[in-house]
T-cell receptor, first 119, second 113 residues
């Protein structure tokens, strides 16, 4: 159980276009999901916390108008990179938090990641 | 601000060796600590999660310890195999409402046959 999927796994786009990445919890409901960014040979950096039915909470230095997050249902959060530029090229990973009371120890379950390349 | 550091940054060992990866964190007020494995270009695989009240967890050839007071955790890998080659990340769960994770810098492990 506790499987998280991401779509697409890889996307190449032209500079100036917008790209949407989906994160789904397949076998559980997640009121909270997280979006991370990873540059080559670096660790994961938390971008924002996505809460179902409310606005996302962004980390310091992350532009919320640039990275739009929508958590419209208990199993889906989306990250839209608006007007993408080459410097937005990165590996984006989402995670979903098992609800409290499920014996999860507040463990996050991670998706397989999305490789974004902006030309 | 919580900072997580891993030493060494890279490690290359021959198959069969036992090895230790180190993780240190600056703020001992953590909820959990978790070790992950990441293969190149892939997502994260959770290896072990240690609750703040625990001192260690074991899974197969892996053993992780936690010393909250000194801000340290170690991941011990016994009888290493080429399939263990990957990047190992430790992450601490902050004691905040949403249990944010702060990741370490990672250790790239190469086990040669």
């Amino acid at each position: 159980g506790a499987v998280v999927s991401q779509h697409p796994s890889r996307v190449i786009c032209k500079s100036g276009t917008s790209v949407k990445i989906e994160c789904r919890s397949l076998d559980f409901q997640a009121t909270t999901m997280f979006w991370y960014r990873q540059f080559p040979k670096q660790s994961l950096m938390l971008m924002a916390t996505s809460n179902e039915g409310s606005k996302a909470t962004y980390e310091q230095g992350v532009e919320k108008d640039k990275f739009l997050i929508n958590h419209a249902s208990l199993t889906l959060s989306t990250l839209t990179v608006t007007s993408a530029h080459p410097e937005d090229s990165s590996f984006y990973i989402c995670s979903a938090l098992l609800p409290r009371g499920t014996g999860s120890n507040n463990e996050q379950f991670f998706g397989p990641g999305t490789r974004l390349t902006v030309l | 601000k919580q900072e997580v550091t891993q030493i060494p940054a890279a490690l290359s060992v021959p198959e069969g060796e036992n090895l230790v990866l180190n993780c240190s964190f600056t703020d001992s007020a953590i909820y959990n600590l978790q070790w992950f494995r990441q293969d190149p270009g892939k997502g994260l695989t959770s290896l072990l999660l240690i609750q703040s009240s625990q001192r260690e967890q074991t899974s197969g050839r892996l053993n992780a310890s936690l010393d909250k007071s000194s801000g340290r955790s170690t991941l011990y890998i016994a009888a290493s195999q080429p399939g263990d080659s990957a990047t190992y990340l430790c992450a601490v769960h902050l004691n905040t409402g949403f249990q944010k994770l702060v990741f370490g810098t990672g250790t790239r492990l190469l086990v040669s046959p």
